[in-house]
């Protein structure tokens, strides 16, 4: 593989031809061999921010591309050498599985005998030797991402990047998948950017966590961080439920005008120590239940307890709420 | 996604290049039609007389078209529309094949269906001296065409499901299919209407072998102009021709347009 | 299923009309063309493919058919390709329009505006006449057919083929180009096979129609030798009517079939995709 390189984008936007604008004017930079995961509901720049770096998209007048020291804002896709896993793969119909991975090879004018062994190399990679004549429409869809990223690989990218590479499979298999790209993207050492609106996939794989909204950068670090302490309650609800209790009893007994908290940092206890609650609704999860709970003044929140927690639809019970924060 | 200058180019010089291709000609019938003397040329002046000539010609072949071009519309409606209820129900391979079938007379050239009428029904009088003739031959012309657009606007609405539902409700099956089935499969049926009224209008060459001095239609007067009038007043005929066209196309193409994106049109006069 | 049965009953009408007035009158056609015309000592289908007079215009028909087919489907691909892959071009809807009036016209009608545009009086002729001296007069033979062939089959096929490229994934050809591929290398490797199958139904269509097309070449002139024009010279001027029946099932069967199979052809690389 070849050797890591940083990525820096500095003042880049996109405005599309009718006006609308896409992404704000961005500075980002990724270390050398560090995966990024950009992480955001759909719609808020995260795909468009991709598109950029592998050069399908160009950024507005002002805003540069840079891969280590070159400067790529103004070369083309095809020229740029990265490696690209699509939402949905975009395997081509008319390939089988070797002719998929070894595409970029014989683009490169690489001779057959040596495009044979790095293709089987590379399936060897992703476990999928047996499978090279298969045809494209004779795969499952984790078949399928795992030839979509041998096939990116194979060119020897100087940038990995992935749109919503896990997106498009059900959950137990996104599961094991996520934990295999993981070890994958840890040996191959490369840069990476990840694109994905999963907040557990994206705090997995990333070294570091972008998150985005309305075109905006909302906040940047590692997966620890963002989640322990959000610069925004945009950026706090989005990895992971977040609760919002604000004034009257909330005021009196904590001394501050809002409460937010993790369902998780709720701890339930007979009625008298901590803030009066109603159970509204009780789920059982296997390994927690869930309360839906609601104050007197009729706010509502959500409690995660352990599976022997007793209380039913009606108890009236006290929240403790232990990592209290000032909103 | 950028396109490579190179494949703009040469496709906006392509689509360019065809579209004169194509209305070029049209637009010379067009001056032809309206020009006092083409071969002078427009310096001759503008003038009516050719159409007005055209009319005393060959109204009666424009009346008979439209006629001809209702009654194929009325039976292919009638015989049509409960067709394509009944293959859009039986999606199997039976229906695959008689919709193969009904397609026949469209896929093989006119003239061997005309000849084929010819040889089998031209011997009953009445029937080969009157316009009905003709009329049969359109028919099998255009019945694929109203079937095929009904099917497309049925199989958009889940009919199958919503005829069932009626039927538990107590529908009887002829309340069902005017209730439910037909109301659905409208714009299919406008769609299939339009494009019947068009090709009977245009088509020539079943209508020539079978039609008699007493039962020409407006191609037939056309083909009969273009060998023996002068070129103004072929022009002229030509011009009243596509202004029949017009509101058909644009009526066809409207509907296009707000159902679905692409361009296809499911139609082709006879050639 | 018993409930469902009882519609059949409905699309009888359909079934009755046409077994009446095509099937059967195209099986007594067929049957017509087993027999041995006047002075003649074998069957017509015989004669047919024997005498050269009669094979040299299937071989006319076949050639000009195929040469048209080519030709319209090389220059509809760049027009059906920028017109699906620029949807907001300024005045799209209005060249779409232009494009696909044509398809009502008739053949009759073609055959006027070839006339017209090459004939003697035609602008091609004026042209050639004011810039080089010679004239230039095209439409009354195979030159002018071909002319005619490609305007009735040029808004067939662009209708076709748009849908066609429309359908292409976009990610298709992103992803080879990130994987270095050039324009032409993308055309070559990812689209042009993802539109074979269009390609092949759209071809076998524009065939078929030319094949058969008669109204054209009947405005164009009666001394052009293809098929449709012998069937009805045998017909209406000879009275032959065992060869223009044999004629007419030979045309028939051959632009039946070739329909047939490109379509189980576009069909099955529609499924393998």
Redesign the interface.
């Known amino acids: 593989m070849t050797h890591p390189l940083t990525i820096r984008l500095d003042n880049c936007a996109k405005t599309w031809p009718d006006g609308t604008r896409a992404l704000a004017p961005l500075n980002l930079s990724i270390d050398a061999g560090e995966t990024l995961a950009l992480l955001g509901p759909s719609g808020c720049g995260k795909t468009t921010l991709l598109r950029m770096i592998c050069g399908l998209e160009s950024a507005d007048e002002g805003g540069r591309i840079r891969f280590g020291d070159d400067d790529v804002t103004q070369v083309a896709p095809e020229a740029r050498g990265v490696g690209v896993v699509f939402q949905g793969y975009a395997l081509f119909p008319n390939m089988n599985v070797a002719g998929n991975v070894g595409y970029g090879l014989k683009i490169r004018g690489v001779d057959a005998a040596s495009r044979r062994r790095r293709v089987a190399e590379m399936l060897e990679l992703v476990e999928l030797e047996a499978l090279a004549e298969r045809r494209i429409d004779q795969l499952s869809g984790g078949q399928r991402q795992r030839v979509a990223l041998a096939r990116a690989i194979a060119i020897e990218p100087r940038v990995l990047l992935l749109d919503e590479p896990l997106t498009a499979l059900d959950a137990r298999l996104r599961q094991q998948l996520r934990v295999d790209l993981a070890k994958l993207l840890k040996t191959l050492g490369i840069t990476c950017v990840i694109v994905t609106h999963d907040q557990e996939e994206a705090m997995m794989l990333g070294d570091r966590v972008a998150v985005m909204s309305a075109g905006r950068l909302e906040q940047l670090g590692a997966p620890e961080t963002l989640y322990r302490d959000p610069a925004s309650p945009f950026v706090a609800d989005f990895l992971g439920t977040l609760c919002r209790l604000e004034g009257g009893e909330v005021a009196t007994r904590h001394g501050v005008a809002a409460l937010t908290f993790r369902p998780h940092e709720v701890e339930l206890a007979p009625p008298g120590q901590g803030l009066p609650a109603r159970v509204q609704a009780r789920f059982f999860l296997g390994s927690h239940i869930r309360f839906e709970l609601a104050l007197a003044d009729g706010q509502r929140f959500t409690a995660l307890a352990a599976p022997d927690a007793i209380w039913q639809p009606g108890d009236t019970v006290s929240a403790l709420i232990e990592q209290a924060r000032v909103a | 996604m950028r396109h490579s200058r190179f494949d703009t180019r040469l496709g906006l010089t392509a689509t360019l290049a065809v579209v004169a291709f194509l209305i070029g000609p049209v637009l010379l019938s067009v001056t032809a039609g309206v020009t006092r003397n083409y071969f002078v040329g427009l310096s001759s002046g503008l003038t009516l007389d050719w159409i007005v000539q055209v009319w005393d010609l060959y109204a009666d072949t424009i009346w008979r078209s439209y006629a001809v071009a209702l009654a194929t519309l009325a039976i292919t409606t009638i015989i049509g529309v409960p067709a394509a209820w009944v293959l859009t129900l039986f999606p199997g391979r039976l229906s695959r094949l008689l919709e193969e079938l009904l397609t026949l007379p469209v896929a093989v050239p006119g003239l061997a269906t005309a000849l084929a009428l010819i040889v089998s029904w031209g011997s009953v009088g009445w029937l080969r001296s009157s316009v009905a003739f003709i009329v049969i031959g359109h028919v099998l012309f255009t019945l694929p065409f109203m079937v095929r657009a009904v099917r497309a606007g049925m199989q958009g609405a889940d009919l199958m499901v919503l005829d069932e539902a009626a039927a538990t409700l107590g529908a009887s099956r002829r309340r069902r299919f005017f209730d439910i089935i037909v109301p659905a499969a409208s714009s299919g049926i406008v769609t299939g209407a339009l494009t019947v009224v068009t090709l009977s209008i245009g088509e020539f060459n079943l209508t020539w072998l079978l039609h008699t001095p007493l039962t020409k239609t407006l191609p037939v007067g056309l083909a009969d102009s273009y060998a023996s009038m002068r070129l103004e007043v072929a022009s002229a005929y030509t011009l009243v021709f596509l202004l029949m066209l017009l509101p058909l196309m644009v009526g066809l193409q409207w509907i296009a347009a707000r159902s679905t994106r692409h361009g296809g049109l499911g139609l082709g006069a006879s050639t | 299923m018993g409930?469902?049965r009882?519609?059949?009953v409905?699309?009888a009408?359909?079934?009755v009309?046409?077994l009446a007035?095509?099937?059967?009158?195209?099986a007594?056609?067929a049957g017509?063309g087993a027999a041995t015309p006047q002075g003649m000592d074998a069957s017509a289908y015989w004669l047919v493919v024997t005498q050269p007079r009669y094979w040299q215009s299937l071989i006319n028909t076949v050639a000009l058919s195929l040469g048209a087919t080519l030709a319209t489907l090389v220059?509809?691909l760049?027009?059906s390709?920028?017109?699906a892959?620029?949807?907001?071009f300024p005045g799209r809807?209005v060249?779409?329009?232009?494009?696909?009036?044509?398809?009502?016209?008739?053949?009759?009608?073609?055959?006027?505006?070839?006339?017209?545009?090459t004939g003697r009086?035609g602008?091609l002729n004026t042209l050639s006449k004011a810039l080089s001296g010679d004239p230039m007069v095209l439409a009354y033979g195979m030159a002018g057919l071909f002319i005619g062939y490609?305007?009735?089959l040029?808004?067939?096929t662009?209708?076709?083929l748009?849908?066609a490229v429309?359908g292409i994934?976009?990610?298709?050809?992103?992803?080879?180009?990130?994987?270095?591929?050039?324009?032409w290398?993308r055309f070559v490797?990812?689209e042009l096979?993802?539109l074979t199958g269009a390609l092949t139904a759209a071809g076998a269509m524009c065939f078929?129609?030319?094949?058969?097309?008669?109204?054209?070449v009947?405005?164009l002139g009666t001394r052009i030798d293809v098929l449709?024009i012998t069937?009805?010279d045998e017909?209406t001027n000879y009275a032959n009517?065992p060869v223009?029946?044999a004629l007419?099932?030979v045309?028939?069967l051959a632009?039946?079939a070739v329909?047939?199979v490109a379509n189980s052809l576009a069909a099955r690389t529609a499924r393998?995709?």
């Open positions: 409930r469902r009882a519609w059949l409905i699309a009408p359909a079934v009309l046409f007035f095509w099937l059967l009158p195209m007594k056609l017509i220059i509809a760049p027009v390709r920028f017109l892959r620029h949807p907001d809807r060249l779409m329009s232009l494009l696909l009036f044509p398809l009502a016209f008739p053949g009759v009608v073609v055959g006027f505006l070839v006339i017209l545009a009086q602008v490609l305007y009735f040029l808004p067939r662009i209708g076709v748009m849908t429309e994934d976009k990610h298709w050809l992103e992803a080879a180009q990130t994987l270095g591929a050039s324009p290398r490797d990812i096979p993802a078929a129609t030319a094949m058969g097309a008669f109204g054209t009947f405005t449709p069937i009805y017909f009517l223009a029946a007419s099932v045309l028939g632009t039946w329909l047939y393998g995709n």
